[in-house]
């Protein structure tokens, strides 16, 4: 599979202080979580992808061009949905997306097509016909997606595309990136903090802390446990069941009442733990191999780069 | 083409606000109120003689019409383009689309250019039927053509100092007014042939029906180029195209970022 992106030795400097360093990254085709605390250099990234700053040394590709004197042939198939609001005042919703469309190149005609049908997808409603200065945090959410999805872009860059959403809109905004990406095949950046969201809907994820980048792999990858176990959910007495797993011989944690966390292969414990569940009259509800949070692995980049600074 | 009207249809919607219309109207206006003052002046005082006329609201005319009303008009709309996509952070959005930046700078152009032009005729017309000179037709002809080069050129200008300095576009067009078109527009060296004064006031001398004791005062020998009409228009619509193009060319290499951007 071919990368969207690749960066190599990418390094930005804002005067005498430096955004990025050193950036190696390749960012495949799905769907890729950007994650990074404030000031790790996501919004440098971003801005560089698209063009809109130079880059101090190294170089890259997006989409096959190379970044620099071809910004716009780049912008031409990314879409853009920056964290601020970013509506144009004294317009209604289709006349904005109007706006976007023919500056991103349609005939009149097809803007205002392309404007309904994208606000369709939206779920935006009669709403469309107001002054955008009038609307909620969730239609001006809608609204800038809607504008980065106009031209029907290859690559979709999303800048924070759930914050300040209800968990009802937030999950439809999800569900709109997963069509997106499953029916459409378009490539996402979803640039969050929210890690959740990332969880749901992310292929692939990138951790950006002090201007470098901390981690890129596939989510599944970096959530699988280094040394093997499982998270076993029991009813009962789990003192007793974990005093004759220790008899046994077997590795356990209790990680929160009635929740267990045993190392070793789900087809290594499975008969000696069903034994020694009977013998201490504990009942299994569920046995799941453990996994990583994305939280602690986000907290172990991010502590990397405190330690490093201290 | 699709993306420029679309750029000047809606930043003209967007200008029709109760604030716009009300400086619109006081800039049409000023060209009138002078011309009533004026008159009022000679009505109680003594009246202007009657071969000076022309001349005299020629003057009036050319100051208040293309230098002013124009200029301040074309200042309001052109100079603070850029600034006001970055305060209500549209910029990002808008520059990211594929001619974005382009299509974006010159609708603003033009709709900079039909603002300043419309306040400017619409001021003209009405002040030149209040006023009592004789060519009166020649005048407003003269002054229409003055105001529509004022606006090309001062938009172009003003844009350019805009893509510059945006956070303080709307200073540094009323320092560069001030300094350049009028300080060193008058002085009599090669630098006041890159002013947009220097070529108006080249033109004016040409087009309306000044005395002879005005257009050969010392003063006047100085501060006017000595070229034909068509020449004066040439060298100040390539003016107009070099600021146009270098306002664009900053725009797309300048590194804007949206004044609440502190994350990097």
Known sequence: MSALIELQGLTKDYGRFRALTDVHLQVKPGVTGLLGPNGAGKSTLIKILLGLVRITSGSGHVLGIPLGRFASQIRNQIGYMPEDDCYIHGLTGIETMQVAARLSGLESTEAIRRGHEILDF???????YRPVETYSTGMRQKLRFAM?????????????????????????????IRILSRDFKKSVILCTHILPDVQAVCDYVVILAGGTVRVSDRLESLTRMANPSLHVRVHGNADALCCELNLAGISVDMTQPQQLRIEGHAEDLSSVLWDCAAKSNCVIRSMTPSKNSLEQIFLDAVKEVHRANT | ?????????????????????????????????ITALLIWIQSTESPIPLDQRDSIWSMIYYITVPCVCTAMSVLLTA???????????????????????FYLLLGKYAVAVTWGFTAALAGLSLAVLLCNAESKMQIWDAMARLSLLSALGYAAVFLFLGALFPRRAMVFCVMYTAVVEVVLGAFPALINRITVQYRL???LVQWVPLSDDVKNSPAMEYAIGQGSPMAHTFWLLLLTLIFLVAAIAVA?????????????
């Open chain 1, 122 to 128: 939206c779920g935006a409603g009669q709403e469309r």
């Open chain 1, 148 to 176: 980065a999805i106009v031209h029907d872009p290859k690559l979709l860059i999303l800048d924070e595309p759930t914050t300040g959403l209800d968990p009802e809109e937030r999950e439809a905004m999800l569900n709109r």
């Open chain 2, 1 to 33: 083409m699709s993306a420029l009207r679309a750029v000047f249809i809606y930043e003209w919607k967007r200008s029709l606000t109760f604030g716009r219309m009300i400086w619109w109207l006081i800039m049409a206006g000023f060209p009138c109120l």
């Open chain 2, 79 to 101: 100079g603070p383009a850029i600034a006001s996509e970055l305060e209500q952070r549209s910029w990002v959005y808008l520059a990211t689309r594929p001619h974005g930046i």
């Open chain 2, 201 to 203: 006031r080249s033109l």
């Open chain 2, 252 to 264: 797309r290499l300048k590194e804007f970022t949206a004044a609440s951007e502190s994350d990097l």
